[in-house]
């Protein structure tokens, strides 16, 4: 059974930074040529559906390419580990409406905002002064 839990969430003022962590189970990054890492986030009181949810940045599980949605271009960065089996996420220049619940997913590398298989449980990034 695959799982993910994210981690690294908080309060953080806007311009700062914050690192969120994806630790994956029960699936090896490396080992898959069509499977992604996915992270994306639900804004307050946005409905509570998983349609509603952004696609931030994925990562490829087979050779590290990634992709950023445009909203994010240039402050955030996507990273894995293979030792850990985990997934980052850098975020810099914060802003306010950067305010969401952060979640990471197994996706598919083609169309990886779209077709996702596992989401993790989420973990709220607080974007205020």
């Known amino acids: 059974q695959v799982q993910l839990v994210e981690s690294g969430g908080g309060l953080v003022q806007p311009g700062g930074s914050l690192t969120l962590s994806c630790t994956v189970s029960?699936?090896?990054?490396?080992?898959?040529?069509?499977?992604?890492i996915g992270w994306f986030r639900h804004a307050p009181g946005a409905p509570e559906s998983e349609r509603e949810r952004?696609?931030?940045?994925?990562?490829?599980?087979?050779?590290?390419?990634?992709y950023y949605a445009d909203s994010v271009e240039g402050r955030f960065t996507i990273s894995r580990d293979n030792s850990k089996n985990a997934v980052y996420l850098q975020m810099d220049s914060l802003k306010p409406e950067d305010t969401a619940v952060y979640y990471c997913?197994?996706?598919?590398?083609?169309?990886?905002?779209?077709?996702?298989?596992?989401w993790g449980k989420g973990t709220l990034v607080n974007v205020s002064s």
């Open positions: 029960g699936f090896s990054l490396g080992t898959s040529a069509d499977s992604a």
């Open positions: 952004e696609g931030v940045s994925c990562i490829s599980a087979r050779d590290a390419s990634t």
């Open positions: 997913a197994r996706t598919h590398w083609r169309l990886c905002f779209v077709r996702v298989e596992y």
